[in-house]
């Protein structure tokens, strides 16, 4: 036996997945998997949710008010 | 000077005036996206603030550097990081020092132990919180957290990031990879802390 785990190499290749930089033979090997294997597919889901929980996570904040007006003044006077 | 050489030079003055103001104003649109990445790539708001207004001095003064056409946020990102790495805010500089990291699905195992009822994702990730998030986040090596912020944060490419910090394309992928991991053990720590799956 070779000890090759089909769910380990789905973990190992589920973020270049999700950023859509695998080649067409792996993006099919991955989802071939994903689509007979309900533990890597629920684990897939859970990455997609967490991505998008992640970026709204830390997009709440704007530019400070005060910032933005610094950041205006360092604008090169018009003659 | 006659009339006729006067008359172009003042014209090449009011095209570079034209210029210059619209990049200052297209550069002043992009601040909030590049407040978002500074941010989260410095540990206060305060260095996030101090690093804003010089990356802002420089641009503003350097912008006849700029290609028009190429990507003005990666341009403007580009001089932030490299203040970053200038002003000495980096103590962590060797990757190879940092402690062994669980694989992707270790995230999901530790918060699926810890929820009760249903496992769905939906589920699963309510167990996290924002604060969760931006803390661990704050708790990931900078030269990892510099890559996973660029990516996915900003949203820019593998490519635009390895130009933003000057480093291959091939760093960029072994520490996004190494920081993505990185950042959920630190999100389980902050979630369920030393409860064990």
Not at chain 2, 42 to 65: I, K, P
Not at chain 2, 91 to 100: G, H
Not at chain 2, 115 to 143: F, I, K, M, W, Y
Request: glycine share 4%; hydrophobic share 35%.
């Amino acid at each position: 036996m070779t000890g090759y785990d089909p769910c380990a190499h789905c973990e190992e290749v589920m973020q270049p997945y999700m950023d859509r930089v695998l080649t067409d033979a792996e993006r099919a090997e991955a989802e071939a998997h994903l689509d007979e294997c309900a533990y890597c597919r629920k684990r897939y889901r859970f990455e997609e949710t967490l991505r998008v929980f992640v970026r709204q996570a830390v997009r709440s904040e704007p530019v400070p008010v005060d910032l933005k007006q610094k950041l205006l003044e360092l604008r090169t006077p018009l003659e | 000077m006659s009339e006729t050489t006067r008359e172009p030079d003042a014209r090449r003055l009011a095209t570079d005036a034209r210029d210059r103001v619209r990049f200052e104003e297209d550069a002043l649109a992009l601040s909030d996206q590049v407040y978002r990445v500074a941010r989260h790539l410095v540990g206060s708001r305060e260095e996030a603030e101090d690093l804003m207004q010089e990356t802002y001095a420089r641009a503003f003064r350097s912008w006849r550097s700029f290609q028009p056409g190429t990507n003005l946020r990666a341009w403007l990102l580009r001089i932030l990081t490299n203040f970053n790495i200038d002003r000495g805010r980096r103590q962590q500089r060797s990757p190879d020092m940092q402690p062994l990291e669980e694989g992707d699905y270790f995230l999901y195992n530790k918060l699926e132990a810890a929820t009760d009822g249903p496992t769905d994702e939906e589920h699963v990730v309510e167990r996290l919180s924002q604060n969760d998030v931006v803390a661990a986040l704050s708790e990931v090596p900078h030269d990892f957290r510099d890559v996973v912020v660029l990516v996915d944060i900003g949203d820019f490419t593998y490519a635009d990031a390895a130009q933003i910090l000057d480093i291959p394309i091939g760093t960029v992928m072994s520490r996004l990879h190494r920081g993505r991991r990185i950042l959920k053990q630190a999100m389980a720590e902050e979630a369920v802390g030393g409860e064990t799956s």
